[in-house]
């Protein structure tokens, strides 16, 4: 997690995680993303979904705030460079897509 302005780093480079929100009534996953921090990656959705357009995960998260929930962070895989994590972010929304998990931020026709 970030403390004052730092984060993990490898060769001064940061370390990414690979992190899911997951719905805290139902715990299914329902967005898959990449952060050096994810826990303050979740502020910046939270802040945005509260004022930015109508997406399916804006509309998800402003249902949560109504019901004075926050989604759960859970992290997939960490401390990865950016160009693996992004690759694995991708691993993660391929599976989730074949579990059937309500993702909200892919173009499922797309993934596949």
């Not at 805290?24 to 898959?32: E, F, G, S």
């Amino acid at each position: 997690m970030r403390t004052s302005g730092t984060c993990r780093q490898a060769y001064g480079e940061p370390l990414w995680d690979v992190y899911a929100l997951a719905d805290p009534r139902t715990l299914d996953i329902c967005y898959i993303g990449i952060s050096v921090d994810p826990e303050w990656r979740l502020a910046g959705h939270l802040y945005k979904s509260k004022r930015g357009q109508r997406t399916p995960k804006n509309d998800w998260m402003r249902e949560l705030l109504s019901e004075n929930l926050i989604p759960k962070v859970i992290v997939l895989e960490q401390g990865l460079w950016r160009e693996r994590a992004l690759k694995a972010e991708r691993r993660w929304i391929v599976k989730g897509l074949e579990e059937g998990w309500p993702l909200l931020n892919v173009n499922k026709r797309r993934m596949r």
